[in-house]
């Protein structure tokens, strides 16, 4: 079955760094999302994109959150300047298809991020 | 808001026994239903799905109903195998808004021996 990549699988910033985040969605799909867990918590969702612009974005998406799909393979989660409690796992996901509520979404392995 | 309550983990079983993970929901309008499964260092896979009311989603032996009227999405398996041993998260999504799952936490099953 095809796969998302992501890299690196765990990364290690100090507080106030940016951090680049990559994701290599499957090579047909349309539609790309990020989701983080922070430990024992739930996934939640952070961002959809569509056709280079965002389609929706949850309240934790905020102005040091930023997403792009740089050369048509790569999709990237950008945090601009990183706090404590952006320490979680991230996961990319990506779908052919979106709108109906029951596509499948194939998923990363995740980076774990961790913020000293 | 749409939420999603999943019974904590661990869950600890023997091979061969039977498994119940219990999931319950709220939310707005006809949501779909999901399980997905994480395997030790591997992502997120869908396992099994569920539409409308009364569909039953199943996979690998797996199985779970869509109860609208408890607004449940049990997971069951009659006899779990070791290599069944993962993370399971229940989740849903809202009408109109596929992009956006909303899971649960995440209950972890142990098989052994």
């Known amino acids: 079955e095809p796969e998302v990549t992501q890299t690196p699988s765990h990364q290690v910033t100090q507080m106030g760094q940016e951090v680049i985040l990559r994701c290599v969605p499957i090579s047909n799909h349309l539609y790309f999302y990020w989701y983080r867990q922070i430990l024992g918590q739930k996934v939640e969702f952070l961002v959809s994109?569509?056709?280079?612009?965002?389609?929706?974005k949850s309240e934790i998406f905020d102005d040091q959150f930023s997403v792009e799909r740089p050369d048509g393979s790569n999709f990237t989660l950008k945090i601009r300047s990183t706090k404590l409690e952006d320490s979680a796992m991230y996961f990319c996901?990506?779908?052919?298809?979106?709108?109906?509520?029951?596509?499948?979404?194939?998923f990363g392995s995740g980076t774990q991020l961790s913020v000293l | 808001g749409n939420s999603v309550t999943q019974m904590e983990g661990p869950v600890t079983l023997s091979e061969e026994a039977f498994l119940t993970i219990n999931c319950t929901y709220t939310a707005t309008g006809y949501p779909s239903l999901f399980w997905y499964v994480q395997y030790p260092g591997e992502g997120l896979q869908l396992l099994l799905k569920?539409?409308?009311?009364?569909d039953k989603g199943s996979n690998k032996g797996f199985e779970a109903t869509y109860r609208k009227e408890t607004t449940s999405f049990h997971l069951e398996k009659g006899s779990v195998q070791v290599s069944d041993s993962a993370v399971y998260f229940c989740?849903?999504?809202?009408?109109?808004?596929?992009?956006?799952?909303?899971f649960g936490t995440g209950t972890r099953l142990q098989v052994t021996l």
């Open positions: 989740a849903l999504s809202g009408s109109g808004t596929a992009s956006k799952l909303t």
């Open positions: 996901a990506s779908s052919a298809a979106s709108g109906t509520g029951s596509e499948k979404l194939f």
């Open positions: 569920a539409t409308k009311a009364d």
């Open positions: 994109f569509y056709n280079n612009e965002i389609s929706e």
